[in-house]
């Protein structure tokens, strides 16, 4: 189909139900997953979502274009895709804790579906509800927790995906909040497979500094000890070990092809950022940035529907970027952002009051890192993942920062700090710290429908000193 | 039992035809919500905010799982021009149709934002939706443009003509039907799910012929236009569609609605491809006693629930609007009791 193009801008929902009127049916019918005519259509507008409770649609602002409605309508059906996979005979996994790894396992048995039942944690927000985080406080998780506590409302309620057929959940060096919530979601019954994440332990800031020949470098420069590496691909070898237990199939040529379709992601991704932060007029608003990086991580549960989205966004973009068009401000003040924002709101604000997200370290760097093709593959999803954000320590994540603002001329970094997280509430100061000569502003995230005129007066005053 | 989802969780779960906890429960509390409330019928449907209020009253005495802003039937045509008396403490009263000589006289598409009660109900929704949208659905009925149509003109003119002038007739519900797509696009930005009501194209009002003619057409049309939205769109008739049920299946509604029905037999035509709602009695509901109630609802509910697409304990018609409260709530009670799913 020959698409028209429209000027670009961000639009309200009700702007999107007009544009959405003169969509034809035929045009709707054509995008369904798993190739299911009578429930898989998914080209919907935010209204309709809207209408099924996701309250905050109402304020948010979208992205105009058709690729940008496929995106949506495809990510906000995800509920139903994971109870539809099931009920069309799919084995469904929740992978949880690793953010990026063990999806690319789970790829490549056949009809197996990942899915991060943390991403729900956006949840509470989109629904302008407490409802989840009540219910996970009623179930022995506190205020005083992160928001992905949520997932533990999501087991007990069984509402939000189905039983999964296998739970892999990877705890060790990650979100120390997480593993809490993923011990719960044992105590309620559900049995997990339990997957050790090995401490990326600096080679420069050690006393026990190992031998350099027992070291390696991970592609953004990190050295590590390669005894990790060896201990993440044993555990990849379990993990593969019980897959193929459950389905009854032991293909490791699959693995391969994955790997390389997984990258053909990681690769449209990563382009779609490059030309965002170089683009004259940024082609992309920041909320829709980030639902493309973090489709990185299971491709939303029909990793090829989606890859298919996401090239139709790289084309839109890269049409954009040809023409010098895009839907900020030429003067847009350029940031980074640390650590995603469990309310998106914030990103519609922040580009409201002037600023233009050109580079994300959003904690899933695992997930955007390319796996190399050329070496066995459980030891190239080992090495990939060693490139991991919270893995490592601060000093290192600042680093990779550090390096991404001298390129792409950033004037600001914004950190986004969860209430009740440990591990934000931590290494959010240490990164304002360590950054010492970046302007730096970092925002606590209130409760949904909590961000509030003195959040907004941070903001306009921290974009008044970069300007 | 304890109920483990919010009614928005557990209709969410409906549509994508996975058992919830416990099947919904959502009788046809609309005008009665005032007497709950303790509002007069004319504050309730002339002024959004009180209807909303009194429908989230009424959802926090009962705690059953869908709130529904609606009043009566005729408020399009009443858009449309139709003149309607507001008593103090009834329901509006059809005074004048709009269409008195010719049948396409002075029918106007009216702005659903501007236009007499519409922007009542839309007003309604948008309060309902802010203050209770995230746990419980917000169900807006509308009426189907066949019953629209019989608010436009004289009933037994509009009957007459369906057999002596059906061009004509097709004419003005082709106006109304854009009307209504009108009201509905307006609903849906407003956070509201449309339900289609069209109780002047009963069984016990009309025949299978003048329904297939003149009422199935605009639903189909209207449904259609919903399932863009990939919405499940619920159709409700009153009255006797024993007639008309297979015809029903060929409106492609998702949810149906039934009144005075046999509904095991609408089980047995119908469940495959719709979910089923209804139909408890609504004079038992004004004029038996708690106790029975209880037992009759939690009977119905055992018999319907396994209905192969799912179902909703429902009445079959409105709560009647002086209905006992303690009835009201027998009925919810005894339905949650018997509607659990999950162990």
């Known amino acids: ?467 | 039992m304890k109920d483990i989802l919010t009614p928005r969780e557990r209709f969410g779960m409906l549509v994508i035809d996975e058992k919830p906890d416990r099947c919904p429960v959502i009788p046809l509390i609309t005008s009665h919500s005032a007497k709950i409330a303790g509002m007069k019928l004319k504050r309730y449907y002339t002024n959004g905010e009180k209807m909303a209020k009194a429908q989230i009253i009424a959802f926090e005495t009962y705690h059953h799982d869908g709130i529904s802003i609606f009043s009566e039937v005729g408020l399009i045509a009443e858009a449309m021009g139709s003149e309607f008396t507001y008593p103090d403490d009834d329901l509006p009263v059809l005074k004048n149709p709009i269409i008195q000589d010719s049948l396409n006289d002075r029918i106007i598409i009216p702005d659903p934002k501007k236009t007499k009660r519409l922007p009542v109900y839309l007003e309604a929704i948008r309060y309902a939706y802010k203050a209770i949208g995230d746990i419980v659905p917000i169900l807006a009925y509308v009426p189907a443009p066949f019953t629209t149509g019989m608010h436009l003109l004289n009933p037994e003119k509009f009957l007459i003509a369906t057999l002596k002038n059906p061009e004509e007739i097709r004419m003005i519900l082709d106006i109304v039907l854009e009307t209504t797509i009108k009201f509905c696009y307006e609903i849906i930005n407003a956070g509201a799910l449309p339900i289609i009501v069209d109780p002047l194209a009963s069984g016990s009002v009309i025949s299978p012929a003048t329904y297939r003619e003149f009422a199935l057409p605009y639903e189909q049309k209207l449904i259609d236009y919903l399932h863009r939205y990939d919405f499940d769109v619920i159709l409700h008739i009153c009255g006797d569609t024993t007639p008309m049920m297979d015809m029903l299946l060929e409106s492609n509604a998702d949810l149906i609605s039934l009144d005075q029905v046999n509904m095991l037999k609408a089980m047995e035509r119908l469940s495959k491809k719709m979910r089923l709602i209804g139909n408890f009695h609504t004079s038992k509901i004004m004029f038996s006693n708690p106790e029975e109630i209880y037992k009759t609802a939690g009977m119905m509910v055992e018999q319907l629930k396994f209905a192969h697409k799912g179902y909703i304990a429902s009445t079959g018609c409105e709560v009647p609007i002086y209905a006992p409260k303690e009835n009201v709530q027998a009925f919810i009670n005894g339905a949650k009791e018997k509607g659990w799913y999950w162990d």
Not at chain 1, 38 to 56: C, D, K, Q
Not at chain 1, 144 to 168: E, G
Not at chain 1, 301 to 307: G, L, M, Q, R, T
Request: glycine content about 4%; some cysteine; proline content about 6%.
């Open chain 1, 1 to 467: 189909m020959k698409k028209k193009r429209t000027i670009p801008k961000k639009i309200s929902l009700e702007a999107w139900s007009r544009q959405f009127e003169n969509i034809p049916i035929e045009v709707i019918k054509r995008f369904r997953y798993y190739d299911n005519d009578e429930w898989g259509i998914y080209l919907s507008p935010p209204a309709t979502f809207m209408v099924y409770g996701a309250r905050e649609l109402q304020r948010l602002k979208f992205d105009n274009s058709f690729e940008s409605l496929r995106m949506w309508g495809f990510v906000f059906n995800e509920t139903e895709r994971l109870f539809r996979a099931k009920q069309i005979n799919k084995k469904v996994i929740a992978t949880m804790g690793d953010l990026g790894t063990i999806p690319v396992l789970v790829f490549s048995f056949p009809d197996c579906v990942p899915f991060y039942p943390e991403c729900l944690w956006w949840t509470p927000f989109f629904k302008e509800s407490t409802e989840l985080l009540d219910t996970a406080s009623r179930l022995g998780l506190p205020e005083a927790t992160c928001f992905s506590r949520v997932v533990v409302s999501a087991f007990y309620k069984r509402s939000y995906f189905p039983k999964p057929d296998l739970i892999i959940a990877s705890t060790g060096a990650s979100c120390d909040d997480y593993s809490c919530v993923m011990q719960i979601v044992e105590s309620m019954g559900y049995e997990m497979m339990w997957v050790e994440i090995p401490y990326r332990r600096s080679t420069e800031f050690t006393l026990t500094r190992p031998r350099p020949q027992d070291c390696d470098k991970t592609r953004d420069g990190f050295i590590y000890p390669k005894v990790i590496e060896e201990y993440l691909v044993r555990e990849y070898q379990r993990v593969w070990q019980r897959l193929f237990k459950l389905t009854g199939v032991n293909n490791p040529h699959r693995l391969v092809e994955t790997i390389k379709k997984v990258n053909r992601l990681r690769n449209l991704v990563e382009e779609i950022k490059k030309m965002n932060a170089e683009a004259e007029i940024a082609p992309l608003p920041a909320l829709e940035l980030m639902t493309i990086e973090f489709g990185n991580l299971y491709g939303y549960a029909d990793f090829d529907e989606w890859v298919d989205i996401v090239q139709g966004i790289y084309d839109m973009v890269k049409d954009r970027v040809k023409k010098g068009i895009g839907v900020l401000r030429k003067d847009a003040i350029p940031i980074a952002w640390v650590t995603p924002s469990a309310d998106p709101y914030l990103l519609n604000l922040v580009e409201d009051l002037g600023c233009r997200v050109v580079e994300t370290e959003y904690v899933i760097r695992q997930a955007l890192t390319l796996i190399e093709e050329d070496i066995e593959p459980l030891r190239a999803l080992a090495r990939s993942f060693i490139n991991a954000s919270l893995i490592g320590s601060t000093e290192e994540r600042v680093r990779r920062i550090k390096q991404k603002i001298a390129q792409n001329k950033i004037k600001g970094v914004l950190i986004t700090n969860m209430l009740g997280a440990s591990h934000c509430a931590m290494e959010t100061r240490l990164i304002e710290r360590l950054l010492s000569d970046v302007p730096a502003l970092s925002i606590d995230v209130p409760a949904p429908f909590g961000i509030n005129q003195q959040i907004r007066t941070r903001i306009e005053a921290f974009v008044e000193t970069i300007r």
